[in-house]
């Protein structure tokens, strides 16, 4: 071989894989005879043909490899955050909604003056063991930076020792948004019936039901629910956190049940906007209310920490996230997150409809 074509080729061989395609692109530039001449007498490949060959192959195929695992990568982790965000947007719709028609009671106002007929009777309730929680009107409840214990002590249809513990429970009692004409009443679902004048719950399909009030009587389902945050979505363990809620069941009597809606929620923050001079605009948020606070809340701000459902290889999360009052810094583990939050009015003020806390 001559000198020079042999320096080039030591050069070619010598330096990185990376760098081959660079080295043999220039020799087929300057020196195009290198490969011409060995066409030319059809002599077959050297060794170090043969090996710039594989060498570049491999190059070539490391390259493929890599572009394919990058965009596989990249499929992944815009699935993560695509299903992250669409479970945030849905919690905020979901929750918004019903902290805006909370103590809605099918345009009857004094909610003081609903009473019970005889047929309304609920199996399993939540209440403390002493007070039963379903047939108590009040319109919204907050259980604040909840633990095991405050919990059990307050909700007793909840998993109390698999919720998350420093996020909040709220509670919220309406009626549904549209009425129920009296041939499509369902024995076993609960009734508000109002003619404007009074108000009286009662079971669908009891005995002396609908009761009779007079006037223009309408019905409107009752909806009473809790939600609340559990520290797995299927089984114990799984450690993927959920949004759950109870809500009273169609069984007879009706039950508390509970059921969990969405997977990847860490934290649930509630604060409500305090009026203090009657003019519906809040004059401060708080997000531990006392009794006379909830009664003038005016507006209420949902915070949600949402996290993607899987880990996203080779993504550390050291942020630190805030939701309202509270930081949540992430685990430094491999879990995108996002934060949500929201003010919604509430359209039933409590002040209103005189219910208390
Ligand atoms: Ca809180
Ligand atoms: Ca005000």
Redesign the pocket.
Known sequence: MHRQTLAVWVLVITEPIGNFVEYCHLALIYRPEIFMKRHSKQAGFTIIELLVSMGLGLTLIAGAVNVFIQSNRSAQQDEQISIMLDNGRFIMRLVGRELAMAGYWGKYLDVATISEHASVNVGTDCGNGVDDWAMDLRGVEILNNVTTATVAANFNCLPSASIVAGSDILGIKRVADNETADGSIDGGTMYLRTNGAGAQLFMGGGAGTPPALGGDEVNWAYMPTIFYLRDYAVTPGDNLPSLCRAFLNSTSPPDMENQCLVDGVEDLQIEFGV???R?F???YYTGSPTAAEMINSVAARIHILVRSVDSVPNYLNDKTYVLGTKNVAAANDSFYRRVFSTTILLRNPTNLTGLGA
């Open positions: 009026d203090t001079d003019d605009v809040a004059d």
